[in-house]
């Protein structure tokens, strides 16, 4: 089957440094990795995408890199801000129009 | 604005009486699903409907019931609940390539 690792539960870092949160897949490379933000209680929000063939992404604050060799997406919040804290879920499509996600990191940032 | 509506959001029931969760989306989506979330074990898939009339088992089907009458709705049902399946549920519908999925507030179930 097509797993997507999150291998942090937590990650706990100081207002204004930068984030960095992995996410490891096994078998063959996706066609796209996302990464997705939950707020406790709340359901996940789409943030990022990114294809096979796009070795990064940005949105504002945010980064996304996909590494084939590796086998893994890094996601990154730079200056980060304690609205960011939250839990943030990698997910692969699974080939079939469906997502397999991550069990999620759960960043904590500090003032 | 674009949504996907679940309700109930709290749910408490009891071993083996049937309940609905519905689920309902303004986007004009082909593509929903159910998923279930429990601590350490992540988002579950249990169906996916393509389009109207078209469903099938997700990665965690069992006990699980749902139908795709319209093209907006999506209920999930359970026809004999047992407390096992105590957990937080999202709807999701997805773009038009079934890439993001766009969730619902999900919805607390508790089977006592």
């Known amino acids: 089957s097509q797993k997507i690792e999150q291998n942090s539960e937590a990650l706990n870092i100081q207002e204004g440094k930068t984030a960095t949160l992995t996410c490891n897949y096994t078998?063959?490379?996706?066609?796209?990795l996302q990464w997705y933000r939950q707020d406790p209680g709340r359901g996940p929000v789409f943030l990022l995408l990114i294809r096979e063939n796009e070795k990064e992404k940005r949105k504002e604050r945010l980064k996304v890199t996909f590494d084939t060799t590796l086998k893994q997406s890094l996601f990154h919040i730079t200056a980060s801000q304690p609205a960011d804290s939250a839990t943030y879920l990698c997910a692969r499509d699974t080939g079939r129009r469906a997502l397999t996600f991550g069990s999620g990191t759960r960043l904590q940032v500090q003032p | 604005e674009a949504q996907v509506t679940q309700n109930p959001r709290y749910l408490i029931t009891v071993t083996g009486k049937k309940l609905t969760v519905t689920c309902s989306q303004n986007?004009?989506?082909?593509?929903m699903s159910w998923y279930r979330q429990d601590p350490g074990l992540g988002l579950r898939q249990i169906y996916y409907?393509?389009?109207?009339?078209?469903?099938d088992k997700g990665d965690v089907p069992e006990g699980y019931k749902v139908s795709r009458k319209e093209k907006r709705n999506f209920p999930l049902i359970l026809e004999s609940p047992s407390p096992n399946q105590t957990s937080l549920y999202f709807c999701?519908?997805?773009?038009?390539?079934?890439?993001?999925?766009?969730f619902g507030q999900g919805t607390r179930l508790t089977v006592v």
């Open positions: 409907s393509m389009n109207v009339e078209v469903t």
């Open positions: 986007m004009n989506h082909e593509y």
């Open positions: 999701a519908s997805s773009s038009p390539r079934g890439q993001t999925a766009f």
């Open positions: 078998n063959y490379s996706p066609a796209y």
